[in-house]
């Protein structure tokens, strides 16, 4: 059995298509044999906010333009519909919080709601210049080698300095966008870095995302995550489009399975070293 895809987007996030993803998300996760899926909407701020713990000197927020704030009545009504429609998969409510360290404040208000199980933490913006910017924007202005090792620096902070999240999402994000003129992209040259970042992870017990969305991992850095430690490991396909969901689960599962995880007893679980 295929593992839960722990990281679908729907129409309630803000990058996503507004044309009834949810439901059509359910329909394809159900027709490709998934037990399980957690709609982990994006939460993202524009703006620092009550004990938010914005990094020295307040920097900007900015190219955020589209951001808007999640509809929490809403998505909870359209989960609802999702699972009287479907009853033969289990849906699981759900949020991708960005850099949850430095809006600890926003964040634990829109948790108090007590809307969601799964809960992801993520890095997509990182301090430049004065300014919290995406860190793919820096490629190009910066040698790609040098934004890699800031992005992964902020990440070991994220994970140190915030502890609402229970998995940890494409923990190389800028790597999607890594320059072609930066040659071949070598997951070696930044052992250190990952290793470094799982330990922390696993010292504080929470589970490591394969996203399927970003070029996939090697055997041998899922196995980096065993090494130090890893206990757990979540599937997600970072799906914005219903056709996505589950994409590469099959190689994914392989390369999970060969560093040493296994499925939980629970189908609707973590897989487990
Ligand atoms: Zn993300
Ligand atoms: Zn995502």
Redesign the pocket.
Known sequence: MLPPDNHVHSEWSWDTSKVGTMLETCRRAVEIGLPAIAFTEHLDFTSWGADDRPPPGMPGIVRRERITPLDVTGYQASLERCRGMFPGLRIRSGV?MGEPHHFAGSVAAVLRTGAFERLLG?L?SIVDDGRLVGADYLFGSQPADDVMRRYFAEMLDLVKGSDVFQVL??CD?PRRHWPREAGEYRETDFEEEYRTVFRALATSGRALEINTRSPLWSTTLMRWWYEEGGDAVSFGS?SHAPVRVGARFDLAVDIVEAAGFRPGKDPFDFWRR
């Open positions: 991708e993520s997509h999402a494409h994000y970072d």
